[in-house]
């Protein structure tokens, strides 16, 4: 059994940065990649970011490139996810997620970490 644990979240400016991360406990965890989500008020959960566990290719949501930045750490069993110049229209709660198959949606997710940008 996996349990992601997200944390970091928060109040900010608009501007500002936060670090977000993802902690992962399992007795054997070795994920195929590992993502970033979130959902805003009144709209459907929206990919923000995701890195293969291994080989650390990284992809990222247009509306983030260039701001956001996905990392893991793999002796830790941690993903992060640092935020740029945040925007009101970033805030949204963040989900970290997990796909331990080479295909397929992913199969694990934290609970959630709420993110806030004031303008």
Known sequence: QVQLVESGGGLVQAGGSLRLSCAASGR??????????RQAPGKEREFVAEIL???????Y???????FTISRDNAKNTVYLQMNNLQP?????YYCAARRGLTGEYDA????????VSS
């Open 28 to 37: 054997t965890f070795s994920p195929n990649k590992m993502g970033w989500f």
């Open 109 to 116: 997710w934290g609970r959630g970490t709420q993110v806030t």
């Open 89 to 93: 229209e970033d805030t949204a709660v």
């Open 53 to 59: 566990w291994y080989a650390a290719i990284t992809t």
């Open 61 to 67: 949501a247009s509306s983030v490139k260039g701001r």
